[in-house]
């Protein structure tokens, strides 16, 4: 069965520095993944996804992740966060299944603390 | 633009009693599908519907029914609630097959606790 791991529940952090927010997944065969966020007392929003084509994909406020399929990881990486980015990030996985039904698994989240 | 509309926000329930929480979208999706959240254990689909008239089961189905009568709407129905359906329930949309795989488009959740 497919599970995803972040072994970080919660990555504490001072505003400007960088961060890396870490998801391994368990696969042998082609995955998509992604990364979703959640603000507070938000729903999840997707921020962005590796389908194929380059492993290095960024999202549109500074965000990128490495699809690295030898290490079977997905970390999420900022050069310098902002105290907005403080929210729960979610990697999730699943198998390529033609034009139907993409069902994820998600992993158990990591909560980006932000403080001045 | 509202997006994917949950109804209630918050709701008690006593063990054994029944509701019903609301989904709707107004983005003309195909996909629709219900998750629960709980502390360490991330998301986990209990239903699913690629179009009206079909739905299908998730990974936790078990005492949750789902109908799908339209496009626009995809209720959660728990028959009689337990302490362990205590959980915050999210509903979302995706295009369907002309859409991008796995872009998924939230609701604001629904908090259920039971007693």
């Known amino acids: 069965a497919q599970s995803v791991t972040q072994l970080d529940s919660q990555v504490p952090v001072f505003e400007e520095a960088p961060v890396e927010l870490r998801c391994n997944y368990s696969?042998?065969?082609?995955?998509?993944l992604f990364w979703y966020v959640q603000y507070p007392n938000q729903g999840l929003q997707l921020l962005l996804k590796?389908?194929?084509?380059?492993?290095l994909v960024e999202s549109i406020n500074g965000f990128e992740a490495e699809f690295n399929k030898s290490q079977t990881s997905f970390h999420l990486r900022k050069p310098s966060v902002h105290i907005s980015d403080t929210a729960e990030y979610f990697c999730?996985?699943?198998?390529?299944?033609?034009?139907?039904?993409?069902?994820?698994?998600f992993g158990t989240g990591t909560r980006l603390l932000v403080s001045p | 633009n509202a997006g994917v509309t949950q109804t209630p926000k918050f709701q008690v329930l006593k063990t054994g009693q029944s509701m019903t929480l609301q989904c709707a979208q107004d983005?003309?999706?195909?996909?629709m599908s219900w998750y629960r959240q709980d502390p360490g254990m991330g998301l986990r689909l209990i239903h699913y519907?690629?179009?009206?008239?079909?739905?299908d089961q998730g990974e936790v189905p078990n005492g949750y029914n789902v109908s799908r009568s339209t496009t626009e709407d995809f209720p959660l129905r728990l028959l009689s609630a337990a302490p362990s359906q205590t959980s915050v329930y999210f509903c979302a949309s995706s295009r369907g097959p002309s859409g991008r795989p796995g872009e998924l488009f939230f609701g604001e959740g629904s908090r259920l606790t039971v007693l």
């Open positions: 999730a996985v699943s198998y390529p299944r033609g034009t139907g039904f993409q069902k994820l698994v």
């Open positions: 983005m003309n999706h195909e996909y």
């Open positions: 590796y389908l194929s084509g380059s492993t």
């Open positions: 696969s042998s065969v082609s995955v998509y």
């Open positions: 519907s690629v179009g009206a008239g079909i739905t």
